[in-house]
């Protein structure tokens, strides 16, 4: 195998043989772009890239590249390393430039995208924290109200059963035949009894006496109203 003849080098702006497998296609671009010499060599799946041409530089950075063959997954990391090595010319060394500059912008884009990513979960971090403390007070005046109701639950309980004793102390037998007297029954009974006092004060000749006997049941007569308003009113 040996190249053809030196005037068959290509530069980089020429015509270079294209291949299918993808790794021999990225080794031929990268040299390409790094401004290599390309040469064929004919009845062969092969070419040798050189950083120079061989006429103008005394040996130059070269590397043979097989189209077939293991390991050809490498050839390209491998040629790209031989690309930064280069020593050779101005061009050379721009191109290297170049290329670290990029890898560097390439990190620093990257670096830039985490602290955006961390800017943005500080900020939903704080916001939970501000939401969590802020149900954190909201639960202390809660608590505090919780704390106050129970008491007045408490002490309108108080009151209840001491009215209940009250009552019962005041019903006394009337309330016998009922477990748990209602207050409904209770005036419908105040009722019944008014009825039947209206009756016998009917019954009574006396003229003084039923008098103040009438004024006591009218007296009466005015609270059943009053308290059939209040039944009526929720029981207030
Ligand atoms: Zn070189």
Aim: charged share 30%; hydrophobic share 40%.
């Amino acid at each position: 195998m040996a190249p053809s003849n030196e005037d068959s080098w290509l530069g980089a702006t020429e015509d270079w043989p294209d291949h299918d497998k993808p790794w021999f296609r990225e080794a031929l671009r990268m040299a390409r772009r790094a401004g290599w010499f390309c040469l064929p060599f004919s009845g062969h799946s092969a070419l040798k890239v050189s950083c120079s041409h061989p006429a103008k530089q005394d040996r130059p950075c070269s590397m043979i590249i097989f189209s077939s063959g293991v390991g050809g997954e490498s050839v390209a990391r491998e040629l790209s390393k031989k690309i930064r090595n280069c020593q050779h010319g101005d061009r050379r060394s721009s191109i290297v430039e170049a290329e670290l500059l990029l890898g560097k912008a390439e990190n620093l884009a990257e670096a830039a995208h985490r602290l955006i990513d961390r800017d943005v979960s500080f900020g939903r971090a704080d916001a939970a924290y501000a939401r969590a403390e802020e149900l954190i007070e909201c639960l202390s005046e809660c608590t505090d109200e919780i704390n106050h109701l129970f008491a007045e639950a408490d002490g309108f309980e108080l009151d209840a059963k001491s009215a209940a004793e009250a009552a019962q102390t005041l019903l006394g037998d009337e309330v016998v035949d009922l477990t748990s007297p209602a207050s409904d029954d209770v005036v419908t009974r105040v009722e019944d009894t008014v009825q039947s006092a209206r009756t016998e004060i009917r019954k009574i000749g006396q003229a003084a006496p039923r008098r103040t006997l009438k004024a006591h049941l009218d007296g009466l007569v005015a609270r059943l109203v009053a308290l059939r308003s209040r039944l009526t009113e929720g029981k207030q």
